[in-house]
């Protein structure tokens, strides 16, 4: 029986082609482990036409290494990596609604920005929104304090994540190109056994 003492965050990467229907496979490859997916964001990557996927799950260390090689047989996945949060650079932005009157007459709002990190994105008569980006911990302490005086709406982005020790997309396809054969070797060699296998 697995211990629950195993289980931590992990941050999956997915380098893919940008394919209708993906996000949906994927999802089903986590939905018939019984696995909840935390945090999913999908965006362009540092290579033209490739996307980036980062999923944040809690798991053992040998699901995710499955849940990896899973995603990797998907025709449109190129590569997938795993690493846990001390091996990532990440980030979630938030945003948060409040009355404007309640909050200018209650609070220092310079005081609030400058302690919480926020800055003001929208005021208007009625309301103000505040924007926060940080770990979970820090745009959750935000939502705490602004309960108190009205919180209207509350949202916060799906992790955006950088690996640590990645030299990026391009490095993994300059090594693709130097392992795998050009593309004039394989052509002419079809070519060559077509002719021996067609000719009548």
């Known amino acids: 029986m697995e211990s629950t003492i195993e289980k931590k965050e992990f ?24 696995l909840n997916v935390e945090s999913l964001n ?4 540092e290579v033209e036409s490739i996307h980036r996927f980062n999923i944040v ?3 053992t260390e040998e699901v995710v ?12 996945v190129l590569k997938v990596y795993f690493n846990t949060n001390d091996d990532v650079i990440w980030q979630e932005l938030a945003l948060y609604k409040v009355p404007t009157d309640v ?32 770990h979970r911990e820090e745009t959750d302490a935000l939502v705490n304090v602004l309960q108190q005086y009205g919180l209207i709406e509350f949202v916060r982005s799906a992790r955006v994540a950088i ?3 990645s030299d990026g997309f391009h490095a993994k396809l300059r090594e693709f190109e130097r392992l ?17 296998v067609f000719t009548m």
């Open 11 to 34: 941050n999956i990467t997915v380098y893919t082609e940008n394919q209708i229907g993906l996000l949906n496979r994927i999802a089903i490859i986590f939905s018939r482990r019984k």
């Open 42 to 45: 999908t965006s362009p990557s």
């Open 57 to 59: 799950i809690t798991e």
């Open 65 to 76: 290494k499955k849940v990896a090689r899973q995603l990797e047989k998907q025709v449109e």
């Open 103 to 134: 909050i200018a007459e209650h609070v220092s709002v310079e005081r609030l920005l400058r302690e919480y990190g926020a800055r003001a994105v929208v005021i208007r008569k009625d309301y103000t929104v505040f924007e926060t980006t940080g």
């Open 163 to 165: 690996i640590k020790d």
């Open 180 to 196: 795998e054969p050009g593309e004039d070797v394989v052509e002419n060699e079809y070519l060559n056994k077509g002719q021996k």
